[in-house]
């Protein structure tokens, strides 16, 4: 077993990029990968690597991180909205499963302090790998994902009590008080008041100093700053660090920082988050496993039915339909972290019987790393247990269908769907004319997908994504990426297909527009030069120039390939802004049940102050496109709305609390 820290880190990325390659070649879910890496060379298993203090806090920073970015596309009207999902869902959920745990422990002959810990650890589900697979899943805004999401919150503030009980239960203070519960959570409410505090009145102001410096490693200095910060601040206070997290991310998504936030933090989370699923791989011991082997199985099936079928109930008695409150149960039936956490402490402190608490303790890992295959078989389970034949594929795969759909006919494919590749979509609807966009952002294709776009998730240099997306049968190939080399390699890709469809390309500026016409494109864009040549063709017409004069030096600037507009005098500031820094951009938001806007109408809305274009509104999977004022809004309607980031928080604010 190695003890050089970075020979582990090592071990660790070697084995992450071979096992999860090959997960993701099989089409699984990377989770399982880093699952496997994790049991593989854990103590357990080959013992390659140890689970270390380190290693440790930087697979909990992975779920910090997460948590944030998850908090940056929330806002407080929307927490608002989902007061009902949180405190009462959550609280019904844990209160549920913790009493009818309890019991099963104390019939079992456990003392009936020890039971409500137990209990308390089996109600736990992990944020980490439920946000993270639903949201790869496109599924956290659907029903049962808010309603994961919501539990998932309370279950973190939930975690503070029973903690405190193993601990006291651990050091022989059996003469436990709800007073200390009392302040312990008191403590937490604290530190979640100085959190929302700081994020309402403190974080804009200071991202505004710095987002000014036009520093970009100050910027991300004070993005690491503010979500570590938030993480210390409630982790003093005894709540977990994810919550003091998310909360920070939840206040910055109402500043128009937000995206770049978001860009800033995700290379980070992603690593760490990957390590913490190995250090959650590397509890499951082997031996325990093949020694009780059958009452592992037992109770590992037993715990997952008691939570599966808890929260389907609560959420059945708080008025979900059966369909929607079978999945939300199983989503929410595997074990989490926090339930690991409190039953080691158990553990170490020998309240429990360790012929017991050790097999329970490895069906609890063995049911995490089973939940990517509940996750994501979770509609198919659903209509298994009700016995129902629901309709082939969800909102996702519909849209995903009516790309391909698109494909098949006469269209436009847009290589690209950052600022540039929406904006010609918009005009070619208008135009009455189809596109099909390839992008390779997962959040931005998850939004154009929950927006009603025909957008896939694909590399544009593909041949293989390129015939997806009906190359064939295409009018026009239009590629947007700003990167000359990424669009030569689009272009090479096309013409192997199509020598003769007319490939349009665009360029921030000259600098390997020769490269481009000798790949095959047919006309290449320096926007740079096409900006240059508005403003001087309105310049010229402002001094009185005719009409007649002003395009033919237009059209004789672009004849030339811009010949006459070359040649630079670059200085320090001369750096290519990111195309994600949006004055107006499109934002979806799914209306809870409780919403203001529910049971209104647009114009109710729109009298109200929202401000906004409201461009499509997705309903039972079927997208409808520029809402009438008639048009009345219901429970679960995402409302795909346009404008600035300011209008954008205001209109949503309207939409869910008036």
């Not at 002959?109 to 308390?120: D, R």
């Not at 009590?161 to 601990?167: E, H, Q, R």
């Not at 093949?290 to 590992?300: A, G, P, Q």
């Not at 429990?352 to 049911?367: C, I, M, R, T």
Request: with cysteine; hydrophobic share 55%; proline share 4%.
């Amino acid at each position: 077993m190695t003890e050089d820290p970075l020979a582990l880190v090592l071990v660790l990325l070697a084995a992450a990029v071979l096992v999860v390659t090959l997960a993701r070649r099989v089409n699984l879910p990377a989770i399982l990968g880093y699952l496997a890496v994790g049991t593989a060379l854990g103590p357990y298993a080959l013992g390659a690597v140890a689970s270390t203090e380190t290693t440790e806090l930087l697979s909990e920073l992975g779920v910090v991180f997460l948590l944030f970015t998850l908090g940056l596309e929330f806002s407080w009207p929307r927490m608002v909205a989902m007061r009902r999902d949180v405190f009462g869902l959550g609280t019904g959920q844990v209160l549920a499963t913790s009493l009818l745990v309890m019991l099963i422990a104390v019939a079992a002959g456990t003392a009936w302090l020890p039971a409500i810990a137990v209990g308390g650890a089996i109600a736990m589900s992990s944020t980490a790998i439920i946000l993270q697979q639903l949201t790869e899943q496109s599924e956290i805004n659907r029903t049962h994902g808010r309603v994961a999401f919501g539990v998932l919150l309370f279950q973190d503030l939930a975690f503070v009590p029973f903690l405190v009980l193993a601990g006291a239960l651990t050091a022989g203070d059996m003469q436990f008080s709800l007073a200390r519960i009392a302040a312990s959570v008191g403590a937490g409410v604290f530190a979640v008041g100085i959190v929302v505090f700081a994020g309402r009145f403190l974080l804009r102001p200071l991202l505004y100093e710095i987002a000014h410096s036009q520093l970009r490693e100050l910027f991300t200095l004070a993005v690491l700053l503010v979500a570590l910060g938030a993480a210390w601040i409630s982790h003093a206070a005894g709540v977990s660090m994810a919550t003091g997290a998310f909360l920070a991310g939840m206040m910055l998504a109402e500043t128009e920082y937000r995206h770049q936030v978001e860009s800033v933090i995700r290379p980070f989370r992603d690593i760490l988050l990957g390590l913490f699923f190995v250090s959650v791989g590397m509890l499951l011991d082997i031996a325990v496993l093949i020694r009780e082997f059958w009452l592992v199985l037992t109770l590992l099936a037993g715990t997952t039915l008691v939570k599966a079928a808890t929260m389907a109930c609560v959420a059945r008695v708080s008025g979900l339909p059966p369909f929607k409150a079978v999945r939300s149960g199983i989503v929410l039936a595997a074990g989490g972290e926090f339930g690991i956490a409190i039953l080691t402490i158990l553990i170490q402190g020998r309240i429990l019987d360790p012929e017991f608490a050790q097999p329970l303790l490895v069906a609890v890992v063995l049911s995490m790393v089973a939940s990517p295959f509940l996750l994501r078989n979770n509609r198919r389970i659903a209509r298994w247990v009700l016995r129902e034949q629901g309709p082939g594929g969800g909102v996702t795969e519909t849209i995903k269908d009516f790309a391909v759909d698109a494909a098949d006919r006469e269209h436009v494919i847009l290589c690209g769907f950052g600022r540039v590749g929406q904006n010609m979509g918009r005009v070619l609807v208008e135009q009455g004319h189809e596109y099909v966009a390839i992008d390779l952002d997962p959040a931005r294709v998850r939004a154009a997908r929950s927006a009603g776009l025909p957008v896939i998730f694909g590399d544009s240099s593909d041949e293989e994504v390129l015939q997806k997306v009906g190359v064939g049968q295409a009018s026009v190939v239009v590629i947007t990426f700003a990167d000359p080399a990424t669009s030569i390699g689009i272009v090479r890709a096309v013409r192997a297909q199509r020598p003769d469809v007319p490939v349009l390309v665009r360029t921030q500026d000259d600098a390997r527009l020769a490269d481009l016409m000798a790949a095959g494109a047919t006309e290449v864009v320096p926007e740079t030069f096409e900006a240059s040549i508005m403003l001087v063709a309105h310049a010229l017409l402002l001094l009185d120039q005719p009409m007649s004069r002003v395009m033919r030096m237009a059209s004789g600037i672009r004849r030339e390939r811009y010949a006459a507009l070359r040649g630079l005098l670059r200085g320090d500031s001369d750096l290519p802004s990111g195309e994600d820094e949006f004055t107006e951009e499109l934002q979806t938001i799914v209306l809870p049940p409780g919403a203001w806007a529910v049971g209104r109408s647009l114009a109710e809305v729109r009298a109200h102050g929202a401000k906004v274009a409201f461009t499509a509104i997705r309903r039972a999977g079927i997208v409808g496109r520029e809402p009438g004022i008639e048009t009345i809004f219901r429970e679960g309607d995402a409302v795909i709305v346009f404008g600035t980031p300011e209008a954008l928080e205001h209109a949503e604010a309207v939409l869910l609390v008036g």
